[in-house]
């Protein structure tokens, strides 16, 4: 059984004769006129429930990057810096590899037992895992066990995140009209710019209130410990929602898969490397900006980390806004097109934007370097996970789309901070993460340029 929202159930009493007590019978396979249908107000729940989900989730995850000069001296004491910092945002990927696990485990639950109830447990397990950071003793108090702990807790964050954004945007499309399918999904990724953004703004905040002795001592807790009031809101809203039409009829209709994850290895193979293939081509720059040029310009370049933290906020926030945009004009002109576009477009910029980064000495400068990263990074997400939901059929979607999503993710993104800080300790030059940048962006652009050129909205491809 599934519950009808008010627009669903107009066109069945237009119908019928109110004075019976006749019930309503739910949809079968004699009456596919009385299935839910996708339309522009499903896709918006969609968006809004899915997208503030995202904004935890990447809140969250920010949080570790952009206090990592606090958490390292504390979880991982060593008498050089440099190490310490290399070590925390090791742990960063680390704590990855559960991803790929994730995704198979929450990917098969979502396609078993619905997007709806899969997004419940993965917003309540964030919440909770983020509190324990902000509630957990250094290695001062507890010795080894406080790293092994931070470790094991982002190791369980991994496990629900590896879910949250790919099931979020399964929903969407699937909650969404055809023609408008990338335009609401591109909410999600939207999402996660604000979770930065959210991040960005508390912790320069409280580096304004707070002394920088008090945020090494007890202030960086703060911002782990409010992920949780933010988790239960969004279960909150979440519980309302119905399952998406999509997988409603499929249920409705017993084609659901029994074993997701053995049909998507199986079947569709292809499906799955483009995934893994595109989304290194994200993750490799999208988390250089996300997470380390705000490590780099603290560190390397000794900017102030009041300020660096403010232009990472605006930087983030032009993309959180500009993504939507971006979603419309895939819709008009393909979402293929611009991904293409978008990747290309680091291959040709990023050693000329980390030559600027590495020698501008106006913060000016580096703020307006930074909202050109993150914009090919915001039009190159817009585009892309609509059409990972494209690439599988719906039975199989969730478990499609988070395994190639979360192995990408694992190689390129959780280990991309921690690659970068070496690469810069392995050749001495501060150029040096732009390499990685212009590596993983090749691998996409391949990926990119494998996909069906008559990839739609409407149809999905093996």
């Known amino acids: 059984m599934y519950r009808r929202t008010r627009s669903q159930l107009t066109p069945l009493l237009e119908g019928m004769d109110m004075s019976t007590t006749e019930p309503v019978e739910p949809p079968t396979l004699d009456d596919p006129q009385r299935m839910p249908a996708a339309t522009s107000t499903t896709g918006r729940r969609a968006a809004l429930t899915g997208g503030l989900g995202t904004v935890i989730e990447y809140y969250e995850f920010s949080l570790y990057g952009l206090l990592a000069v606090f958490l390292a001296p504390l979880f991982f004491p060593s008498d050089d810096p440099a190490v310490s910092t290399v070590a925390a945002l090791g742990a960063l990927g680390v704590s990855n590899l559960a991803r790929p696990l994730g995704g198979v485990l929450i990917g098969r639950f979502a396609d078993r037992h619905g997007r709806r109830t899969m997004l419940l447990l993965t917003i309540l397990v964030m919440g909770l895992a983020s509190a324990a950071i902000g509630m957990l003793p250094g290695y001062a108090t507890i010795g080894i066990a406080a790293p092994i702990l931070l470790v094991l807790i982002r190791f369980i964050q991994g496990l ?57 001592s007890w202030g960086w807790r703060i911002p782990f410990l409010l992920c949780l009031p933010l988790a239960l809101v969004c279960l909150w809203l979440r519980r309302s929602m119905d399952d998406s039409p999509e997988f409603v009829r499929e ?10 994850f053995r049909d998507v290895v199986l079947n569709y193979p292809k499906s799955v490397l483009r995934v893994i293939g595109i989304q290194i081509g994200l993750s490799a720059p999208g988390y250089i900006g996300l997470i380390y040029l705000t490590v780099f310009l603290i560190n390397e370049r000794e900017f102030p980390r009041n300020q660096v933290y403010w232009i990472t906020a605006i930087a983030i926030a032009l993309q959180g806004l500009t993504i939507p945009l971006y979603g419309i004009l895939a819709d008009k002109i393909g979402g293929r097109k611009l991904l293409i576009a978008s990747t290309a ?31 090919i990074s915001g039009a190159q997400t817009a585009p892309a996970w ?27 993104g959780g280990f991309g901070p921690f690659i970068a800080a070496q690469l810069i300790v392995w050749t001495g030059s501060q150029l040096a993460p732009a390499y990685w940048v212009i590596a993983g962006s090749i691998v996409g652009l391949v990926a990119v340029l494998s996909l069906p050129h008559s990839l739609s909205s409407e149809k999905t491809t093996a």
Request: charged share 10%; aromatic share 12%; proline share 3%.
């Open 345 to 375: 477009a680091y291959i040709v910029l990023a050693y000329p934007l980390m030559l600027g980064f590495a020698r501008a000495d106006s913060i000016a400068i580096v703020a307006v370097l930074y909202c050109v990263f993150m914009q």
């Open 386 to 412: 609509a059409i990972f939901a494209h690439l599988f059929p719906t039975k199989v979607r969730t478990s499609g789309m988070a395994l190639g999503y979360n192995v990408g993710v694992t190689v390129a």
């Open 251 to 260: 249920k409705t209709q017993d084609q659901l898969s029994s074993r997701p």
């Open 160 to 216: 629900s995140a590896a879910g949250e954004a790919m099931g979020a945007t399964a929903y969407a499309v699937e909650s969404s009209p055809s023609a408008n399918r990338t335009f609401f999904s591109s909410f999600i990724g939207s999402g996660g710019s604000w979770g930065y953004v959210l991040s960005a703004v508390v912790t320069g905040t409280l580096s304004l209130v707070v002394s920088t002795d008090d945020m090494a």
